[in-house]
């Protein structure tokens, strides 16, 4: 029996959900671009728990799934990095 959830990684399995395949589709194709040529970096906007996580995992995911080993996926979190005022971190 599927339950409402209301913070943390969506299990479809488990949770209610809608599914954002547009969305998604949106952001491959913006990441992507022409794959002969380049694509596009964008930030994400949106308040805390509206699903920014779940849409880059989604994105990466489906990158990997249709176009194999033709993109090499990094990820970078700024989350713990701090500003102390000294600029010599280079």
């Known amino acids: 029996m599927r339950k409402f959830h209301s913070y943390g990684p969506v299990n479809p399995k488990k949770h209610f959900y809608v599914p954002r395949i547009e ?3 949106i952001c491959v194709q913006s990441l ?3 794959p002969d040529e380049s694509g596009h970096y964008f930030t ?3 308040p805390r728990q509206t699903g920014k996580t779940w849409l880059v995992e989604e994105s990466t995911n489906t990158i990997r799934q249709k176009f194999n080993n033709k993109f090499y996926i990094a990820s970078l979190s ?3 990095f ?3 005022g ?5």
């Open 23 to 25: 969305l998604v589709d």
């Open 32 to 34: 992507i671009g022409d």
């Open 44 to 46: 994400i906007w949106a």
């Open 78 to 80: 700024m989350q713990g």
């Open 82 to 84: 701090v500003d102390d």
């Open 86 to 90: 000294r600029h010599d971190i280079f």
